[in-house]
């Protein structure tokens, strides 16, 4: 799972990817930035989650009105 979502204000993004160093569970990052004109977005923080919780959490964002975006950094 490798992702880009904003808000529909196009004040947050998040970026959904894969932590590689996890051994014996598939867990997903969460990075919570913020667009900066000219700049890359600013990092804000960071959640490591389940997959299965990710896949639940981007579907929701996208009912929710977020929508996908190329990336931001």
């Known amino acids: 799972m490798d992702g880009w979502l904003m808000a529909s204000n196009g004040r947050?993004?998040?970026?959904f990817h894969r932590d590689r160093t996890a051994r014996y569970e598939a867990l997903i990052f969460i990075d919570f930035g913020e667009?900066?004109?000219?700049?890359?977005?600013?990092?804000?923080r960071r959640e490591r989650l389940?997959?299965?919780?990710?896949?639940?959490q981007w579907k929701k964002l996208l009912k929710g009105g977020w929508c996908r975006v190329e990336p931001q950094w």
């Not at 947050?12 to 970026?15: A, H, P």
């Not at 667009?35 to 804000?44: H, N, R, S």
């Open 12 to 15: 947050n993004v998040l970026r």
């Open 35 to 44: 667009p900066i004109p000219g700049q890359p977005a600013l990092l804000k």
């Open 50 to 56: 389940p997959r299965k919780h990710a896949v639940e």
